[in-house]
């Protein structure tokens, strides 16, 4: 290949009501509404396109691995342990559905969480070493 894939610039997510969805992902996780209509609602989130698609009920971006382990699409990663404390504790007062903080046997730490719709995200306590180069972060 001649030329190289260079970043995931949008990810879309079912949901079931936009306009309910779209102030839920503005309210609670600060998201920047850029373009809503009947069928999607279009976000500025986390460095990302966030699309929001009208879908049938029972549906979200989750998958079950082989053993039937209900998996997450995304990871949100934040600038390290104390940074992802202060959200979980952040995103519980905010009565999302949070999991515990873990331990997953690799560096740093983990939590998931859910929107409305049962789409299931994953934030991690470690920062791409290339995103903390480009944007000049420091350990958190």
Known sequence: ?????????????????????SDWYVNKLGAELCFKDQDKAILNFANQ?????????????????????????????VNGLKALEVIHKELQQSEIR?????????????FVFYDLDGNKFDVWSELSPSFREKYLISNG
Do not use: A, W
């Open 98 to 110: 949070v999991g515990y903080i873990e331990d997953r046997g690799h560096s740093g730490r983990n």
């Open 1 to 21: 290949m001649g030329e190289q894939l260079l970043r995931i610039g949008t990810t879309y997510l079912p949901v079931t009501n936009v306009d309910i969805s």
């Open 49 to 77: 396109s966030i699309f929001l698609v009208k879908s049938n009920e029972n549906q979200s971006s989750n998958f079950y691995d082989i053993y039937g382990n209900e998996r997450f699409s995304i990871t949100f990663e």
